[in-house]
């Protein structure tokens, strides 16, 4: 009897502990950063116009590079989030919900999706006529959707254990610059890495994620030329030396912060080898300043988002939002309402901006944030015109078009504070986490 009852005793108290550590083990597991990336190409075939803003588009005859939309996902625990890129020169939040419809497994909320600003894709906003026509084409729009939410379904299909590493330092070289006020940009560059932690993929480099403030327009919309511009180049040469997929972010690249292609003549080369170089360049230095970061040991991430309305006071905008038949108003003519996302990853923090911010708001707000790895993802969610300040809005005459392309005068007031208030009510400063 007393064999047997210590057998039991033992057998009970072996199976609990069995049990806890089988527990553990599930719980540890979940709690491992995991990245995941995939792509899809969006070229359309046969070619079809490209747009440089707002306007009519031009014709392409042929093209350099290929257009691709781009998505890298996080997960860790229950916390996921899809950080995603698309080749087009904006990519209005009507377009994205679409996609976010179409996406498992993410919170809707949770779903970054921010554009290169290239000058030399298909129109993605329906910019309406004089008439109240369009010249876009929808079915190719459509297409776009489909084709961004499988790219995220099938990253988060290839999630694995990742470690991060993380940096923002100074990129050197000719690269870019601000036509209005040649040094009133930011040259800061912000690059994410992850490296797989298991397996066959322990030490390979996953993705690589570059954030930097810069108009993709060395060929523009008026050389017959569909083409993802320098951003393409930028991520061949990624691939090539790390064999792991690319992602770009832009930046606040408002005012006019543009590929620094100017010659010594006083003209500008705005051709493909113009693109390769300064892609190239952006590329070598985004390796470069990551190649001697930390590596994070499973740092955590958190996302958190906020619904914000802006007030609609350009007549030009209005009439867009009014005529579209991407129906942006949704009911409201007057405001226009987006979201704002809060990123937590490792020891970075990324907030995101719905336009193309002019570079004194993104000092500002780098300023601000409580971290030595600040990102700001700019033309994420939305892409509605450029975002000044009061002090900024039609100041003079160079400031003339950004200013009738912006929302109103109350734009960049609203954006920073809302943003300044949801990065205190939302989270904690960003850490990098336990080591496995």
């Avoid at 409580?370 to 009061?390: E, Q, R, S, V």
């Avoid at 954006?415 to 939302?426: A, K, N, T, V």
Wanted: net charge positive; aromatic share 8%; proline share 6%.
């Amino acid at each position: 009897m007393k064999n047997g009852f210590y057998f039991t005793c033992k057998f009970k108290l072996g199976g609990t502990l069995l049990i806890l550590c089988l527990l553990f083990s599930i719980s540890s597991s979940s709690q491992v950063l995991k990245v995941g990336a995939a792509k899809r190409i969006i070229t359309p075939d046969p070619l079809i116009a490209v747009s440089g803003g707002i306007g009519i588009p031009n014709p392409a005859h042929i093209k350099k590079g290929e257009l691709y939309v781009r998505a890298m996902v996080l997960e860790k625990g229950k916390e996921k989030i899809a950080i995603v890129n698309i080749d087009n020169i904006g990519w209005p939040a009507v377009l994205g919900d679409r996609s976010r419809k179409l996406i498992k497994g993410i919170p809707p909320e949770n779903i970054l999706i921010g554009a290169t600003h290239t000058h030399s894709a298909p129109d993605a906003y329906a910019f309406p006529n004089a008439s109240g026509g369009h010249s876009a084409d929808l079915d190719y729009l459509d297409k776009c959707v489909q084709l961004l939410a499988d790219a995220v379904n099938e990253a988060m299909r290839n999630l694995k254990p990742a470690n991060l590493k993380i940096v923002v330092d100074k990129a050197n070289g000719k690269i870019a610059y601000n036509y209005y006020a040649p040094k009133l940009y930011d040259p800061r560059c912000g690059v994410m890495q992850a490296i797989g932690t298991k397996g066959k993929n322990k030490g390979k480099i996953l993705v690589t994620l570059v954030n930097y403030a810069i108009h993709p327009e060395v060929i523009g919309n008026r050389r017959d030329i569909l083409t993802p511009d320098l951003i393409g180049p930028l991520y061949d040469r990624i691939e090539a030396k790390t064999g792991g997929m690319a992602v770009f972010m832009n930046g606040a690249q408002g005012g006019m912060v543009t590929a620094d292609n100017r010659l010594e003549d006083g003209k500008e080369a705005a051709d493909w080898e113009e693109c390769q170089r300064i892609g190239n360049l952006l590329a070598d230095e985004a390796l470069r300043i990551i190649s001697t970061a930390p590596i994070q040991q499973n740092p955590d991430i958190y996302c958190a988002s906020k619904s914000v309305t802006f007030p609609i006071e350009s007549v030009m905008l209005k009439y867009i939002f009014q005529n579209s038949p991407l129906n942006y108003s949704k009911g409201n003519d007057d405001t226009i309402t987006t979201t704002l996302n809060l990123l937590n990853i490792g020891t970075a923090q990324v907030l995101t901006i719905p336009g193309e911010a002019l570079p004194n708001i993104g000092y500002y707000l780098k300023r601000k944030m409580p971290t030595k790895h600040p990102f700001l993802f700019g033309l994420t969610n939305d892409a509605f015109g450029y975002i000044l300040t009061k002090e900024d809005f039609n100041s003079f005459d160079r400031y003339d078009y950004v200013s009738r392309t912006s929302l109103g005068e109350k734009t960049g007031e609203i954006l920073i504070s809302e943003l300044l208030e949801h990065q205190r009510s939302g989270s904690l400063a960003p850490r990098q986490g336990s080591a496995e």
